[in-house]
């Protein structure tokens, strides 16, 4: 049997700036276990770390005494095209991912930035999306199947490779959005969906809230079904939304927005290829500034108006505030690009700093005062230091601790980087 | 059940409300599994999130165990009662608490019909998604314990797709909200876990259910084979030509018999059929319905019906939906099996239920969620044969074994219950089984929920906590099982 690869961490592998001991590499689910076995021996606090693009989310981890990096565990281990489902080790990119699919005529309806370093794994373990959201759900609507590692090392399985089945508890959908604190996710399985022939976006733009929260009920209300409906920027907002399918259906949903747009009198651009990218990339590039990210939640009537308060509350500490957001679903994301974060404290105590703490708290008071919420995912130092990144503890956190402690006895799983500090 | 205790339920509950003589309790025996029955010691009917949690801590205090119940529509002895234990039954909790269409959600009690979530809606023009055959009654409540499913989660997905929040009971008597309405609640996927842990680690209360604005078109196509291979070839080729049907379901010759002697339908005397939904905007469904009808002619279908109008197609899908009972008409009796298997595989599947079925002596009708792979094999038998019964168990099981071989699952939707307990272990590690545990362990370690239910019992504990497979002719002795 072959050793997991091991080595002594360096800088680069620093998670929120904590130097690990010991970085893994294994390669194969068992190396895997044995990893976490080395590390539940030598009393190492463990961080999983897939590609490394959203580590940021939550609090930072009490100790980093190991890393385990999943980039080995890169096999797409099967894919059934017939059955449309896929077994993937969990250090696959999405984008090998899709390359893999794309000749099959499928994908799995996923979209997250990043999408070349974002493992699949670590999309399910960060409960990372992107504008497919509106349709497809979150990867808790894809997962059928996943092979974890307990933090004693136990490989166990839970689901399985058929979408329809209840046999047993539902470890996989247990696992997204877990952030490594309940074990080490080495493969997952995915339901898989037909590339569409078409695609077609329209955008309109110049929305204030009111605009924004008619239209967006107005796609339900006239029994639209786009795939994506992605707002951007908050002040006043650009709405793309996106129909994908069949030709000739496609273009008549486009066509039907763009006309039900024209008679409010909304500045209303059915795009072309081009556009839909350049769109895309706008999307792609609010989405990908760490300087500052925070993701934000709130029922879809309250979200335009929270999102335009929230635009100018952040907009007072931060220097020209993005956002992206999918306003159907009622979840976005305000971001700062990272150098022009610096601002507002990114070296350290000060008063930029302060003001910025101050901006996000208001920020979540906005939002938690409508019974949505704030996560901080990515921020400077001394902001990070004056704001708690979960904000309310959830209703249910007794049990969350009763099932850290059931699975992650000793506490090695990304210590205190979960909500409530689990 | 000792008088006293019986006294404390009925101060929580209301007398009436309360059950403890045997004439009462034998409704409360069996689910939809009749061939398992066991007399719970009390049957309490409380009304409110607070009753519930006021006899979960009494039966905690007592050391009672709890079996939780809907409306015991389900097949798998999920709400079978262990013997002496407390029924929960949450079918008096059926209000519809509020509805937000503009946000997609409703919120109700678990007792609520599954249908009449639908029905509430229906002039605003949206319904509850997940459509499992006994809707009519199945509850909110129990569809959340099951993760219940229907003909069309093909394209929906599942109850974990459609519900959003659960008000649920602890095992120590304390009331939890898990999830809510609003996306992306901060902390572990708890609702996630609860979703189709069968009873095991809670009793949900209250429901936050994801509410759907109804498809503006809906197409059926009804299309005939010479037999089953080509039913399945079609099957997979419309999948494979990128469209996402709302339902496929799939008939054999025996099913197709037995829904034209309950419902009079004109359906030929063929080897399968076809019964498939599109939905969509009006230009979706036309364009995906004609192509799939093109698709079943180039595989071999003997004809393609269309529909004239909705009364024609509800009569198609209340033939599909009759099958069941209908097998009844041509069999003294049958057993209703649950798998699934890769859908690739469907030929190769009901090749290996035929072939299993000849060497058994038995027949076997199918009718069942094609698209999916989720079979339902109805195993024909006559009980009045001695030791026919005990034959169409055990070929009913060799089904499912090789629904694992071929890749699939020992359940699609009907759950594993007390039924299928014995299976896990074939689908299962034991470290996946005493992982599940843990999970088990985090929300009720005491095992009071639902014990004996999902995972098998620690090795060493051994027993069953039912007499196996207790007959309904065993259990009518008043004295019932020990």
């Not at chain 2, 209908?326 to 859908?343: E, F, K, M, N």
Request: charged letters at 20%; one cysteine or more; glycine letters at 14%.
């Amino acid at each position: 049997m072959s050793a997991v690869a091991r080595r002594e961490g360096r800088g680069g592998d620093a998670v929120l700036g904590l130097v690990p001991r010991a970085v893994f590499e294994p390669s194969t689910v068992e190396e895997a276990a044995e990893a976490i076995r080395a590390c539940d021996a030598e009393e190492l606090c463990v961080t999983v770390v897939g590609g490394g693009t959203d580590l940021g989310i939550g609090g930072r981890p009490s100790a980093v005494g190991a890393v385990v990096r999943t980039g080995r565990l890169d096999r797409v281990v099967e894919h059934a095209p017939a059955d449309q489902i896929a077994v993937v080790e969990a250090g696959v990119p999405l984008v090998a991912l899709q390359e893999r699919l794309a000749p099959h005529g499928q994908r799995l309806a996923l979209d997250p930035p990043f999408p070349g370093r974002a493992t699949v794994g670590g999309l399910v373990a960060a409960n990372g999306f992107g504008p497919l959201r509106t349709r497809y759900g979150t990867t808790r609507d894809l997962l059928i199947g996943a092979t974890l590692v307990r933090a004693d090392g136990v490989v166990a399985r839970g689901g399985g490779k058929v979408v329809k089945n209840v046999a047993g508890f539902d470890l996989p959908r247990l696992m997204v959005g877990s952030l490594g604190s309940l074990g080490l996710i080495a493969t997952v399985t995915f339901r898989l969906h037909p590339l569409p022939e078409a695609a077609e976006t329209v955008l309109l733009s110049g929305l204030d809230p009111e605009g924004l929260w008619r239209t967006v009920r107005g796609l339900r209300e006239a029994q639209l079904e786009p795939s994506a409906v992605v707002a951007l920027g908050a002040g006043p907002f650009d709405l793309a939304v996106t129909f994908e399918g069949f030709g000739p259906a496609v273009e008549a949903q486009r066509d039907r927005l763009a006309a039900a747009a024209r008679k409010e009198g909304a500045a209303c651009e059915v795009l072309d290829a081009a556009g839909a990218a350049g769109i895309r990339e706008r999307h792609d590039a609010i989405r990908a500034a760490d300087g500052l990210r925070l993701k934000v939640a709130a029922l879809p009537s309250h979200f335009p108006g929270a999102v335009a308060d929230a635009s100018r509350v952040l907009g007072s500490a931060f220097r020209g505030p993005g956002f992206a957001g999918y306003p159907s679903v009622g979840v976005g994301f305000f971001t700062v690009p990272g150098p022009r974060a610096g601002d507002a404290g990114g070296g350290g105590p000060s008063a930029a700093a302060a003001e910025g703490a101050r901006a996000v708290a208001r920020t979540r008071e906005l939002f938690e005062r409508l019974g949505g919420s704030l996560v901080v995912q990515a921020a400077p130092e001394a902001v990070r230091a004056a704001v708690d990144p979960w904000g309310e503890p959830p209703a249910a956190l007794a049990l969350m601790k009763s099932l850290k402690e059931r699975l992650d006895p000793r506490g090695r799983l990304a210590p205190g980087r979960h909500a409530g500090g689990i | 059940m000792d008088p006293g205790l019986v006294a404390r339920f009925a101060a929580i509950v209301g007398a009436r409300n309360c059950l403890a003589e045997p004439p009462a309790l034998v409704t409360y025996e069996c689910d939809g599994l009749t061939s398992m029955r066991a007399r719970p010691g009390v049957v309490v009917l409380p009304a409110s999130t607070g009753e519930v949690a006021a006899v979960v801590r009494l039966a905690r205090e007592a050391g009672v165990a709890i079996v939780p119940r809907g409306a015991g529509t389900g097949l798998s002895g999920g709400a079978l009662p262990v013997a002496g234990c407390v029924v929960v039954g949450l079918a008096r909790m059926r209000r519809i608490l509020e509805a937000d269409l503009a946000n997609g959600w409703a919120r109700v009690e678990a007792g609520v019909a599954n249908l009449d979530v639908s029905k509430h809606l229906a002039a605003a023009g949206a319904y509850y998604a997940p459509d499992p055959s006994s809707q009519r009654v199945c509850t909110i409540g129990g569809n959340v314990a099951e993760n219940s499913g229907g003909a069309h989660c093909l394209k929906y997905g599942f109850t974990v797709n459609h519900v959003l929040g659960a008000r649920v009971v602890l095992a120590d008597g304390s009331v939890v909200d898990l999830g809510g309405p609003v996306a992306d609640p901060a902390g572990f996927d708890l609702l996630a876990a609860f979703v189709g842990s069968e009873g095991t680690l809670g009793i949900v209360t209250e429901v936050v259910l994801r509410v759907l604005r109804k498809p503006e078109a809906t197409r059926t196509l009804f299309a005939t084979f010479p037999s089953c291979a080509e039913a399945g070839e079609t099957v997979s080729a419309i999948i494979a030509s990128g469209i996402v049907p709302a339902a496929i379901e799939m008939m054999d010759t025996l099913a197709i018999a037995a829904a034209r002697a309950a419902t009079g339908l004109d359906w030929p005397e063929v080897g399968a059929a076809l019964l498939v939904d599109v939905d969509g905007t009006v230009g979706e469904a036309g364009h995906t319905a004609a192509r799939a009808g093109e698709i079943a002619r180039g595989s071999g279908a003997l004809e393609v019906r269309w529909p004239r109008d909705e009364a024609e197609r509800q009569l198609m899908w209340k033939g599909r939906k009759s099958a069941f009972a209908a097998v009844g008409r041509i069999s003294p009796s049958y057993l209703v099996q649950d798998g699934v298997i890769p859908r690739s595989e469907i030929a190769r599947a009901l090749g290996e239920v035929a072939r299993l079925a000849r060497e058994a002596g038995l027949r076997v009708a199918n009718v069942f969620h094609a698209g999916d792979g989720n079979l339902h094999p109805l195993v024909l038998y006559d009980a009045r044969v001695p030791g026919e019964e005990r034959k169409a168990e055990e070929l009913a099981g060799e089904i499912l074994r090789m629904c694992v071989r071929l890749g699939g699952s020992i359940t699609g939707e009907h759950g594993v219950g007390a039924d299928k307990v014995v299976y896990m272990g074939e689908m299962f590690s034991e470290d996946d089984l005493a992982t599940m545990d843990l999970v088990r362990s985090a929300f009720d370690p005491e095992r009071l929920f639902n014990p004996g239910k999902v995972l098998p019992a620690p090795r060493l504990c051994g027993e069953r906590p039912w007499p196996s497979r207790v007959r309904p002719v065993e259990a009518a002795d008043p004295a019932g099982p020990a």
